[in-house]
């Protein structure tokens, strides 16, 4: 009976016990808040700090594309420019990229589209050495399901395989030079041209446009015309030949600013006066010519002509379709009238 007795009163002792801290939690006393409170506050600062380092590590909008560009060469001064270009659009995007250098060597350029294939970049973007010598670069990235893009210098006949050529309508720009040499020289006149690289589609199709203007002027005389190959040497070379072999020039027209700049050495060195000359790709140095008078026009040529390549093949990879396959920027006919306002092109 005792034993019985005492296990009654224990039993009552928890029940009052149970029911004393059950009041405590619904009656949530002032003293216990604050405490409740602080726990609130910590665990959300702690989701607050949790999100904040989730923000700091994930990567950022578009960082999952890879995107490769195989240049021609870093020693062409546009060249270099469209490559900093596409870096710097590259970047501000978020997007990863490799670049390769093929020093002019088309079997180079071969073996750097293969070796960015192998490194699983989601497109690539192509500045060929050679419009006829890089065909089978094109099909290299086309037969491993890689989008390809290629700027400045067209590769006409994988046309179906590349998602778009960007760049400049190069006849249009020698339709330019051609145009401004007959208008300084009233049509009539010796006039001299020095062209680019002989087998590259903007050297081919800049002499061409500049003939489809010149020739309709019976009054103009082309006393000379050579390879200058974009190169400042080897056109001081070509312009001290036709200086030597023609004492009467009234103009000429280089097919970039590199070939104008050695064009006005060779003219100056020989002391000869006169002869205007103009160039294109409006470079600083063709520039600073414009405003020194030593060279009387140039003929701008953007190298954010690779900007809209890189939104084409974003938006294949994405899903989307390119209405437009070739991509042209506008050229304008620079002088010391209206340099002034092109300035933002210059590199």
Known sequence: MKLNKWIALIAAGCMAFSLTACGSKEAAPAETAPESEAVEEVAEEETEEAEEADAEEAPAEGASYHLGFALDTYNMNICAQIETIFEEECTARGYKFTVTDAEGDASKQLNDVSSLVNAGVDAIIILPVSSQACDEAVETAYNAGIPIATVLRDIPN??????????????????????????????????????????????????????????????????????????????????????????????????????????????????????????????????????????????????????????????????????????????????????????????
């Open 158 to 347: 994988e046309a179906d395989k590349y998602v778009c050529f960007s760049g400049t309508n190069d006849i249009e720009l020698g339709e330019i030079g051609g145009q401004w040499i007959a208008d300084v020289t009233g049509g009539e006149g010796k006039i001299a041209y020095i062209s680019g690289i002989p087998g590259v589609s903007t050297a081919e199709d800049r002499t061409v446009g500049f003939h489809n203007i010149v020739d309709k002027y019976p009054g103009l005389e082309v006393v000379a015309e050579q390879a200058g190959n974009y190169a400042r040497s080897d056109a001081m070379t070509a312009m001290e030949a036709i200086l030597q072999a023609n004492p009467e020039i009234d103009a000429i027209w280089c097919a970039n600013d590199q070939m104008a700049g050695g064009a006005c050495q060779a003219i100056a060195a020989a002391g000869r006066e006169g002869i205007l000359v103009c160039g294109a790709n409006f470079q600083i140095d063709g520039y600073e010519r414009l405003k020194s008078g030593e060279q009387a026009a140039d003929i701008t040529t953007p190298c954010q002509m690779v900007i809209p390549a890189i939104d084409s093949l974003i938006t294949v990879l994405e899903g989307g379709e390119i209405p437009e396959k070739t991509l042209y920027y506008d050229l304008d006919l620079i002088t010391i009238d209206n340099c002034e306002d092109f300035v933002d092109q210059l590199y």
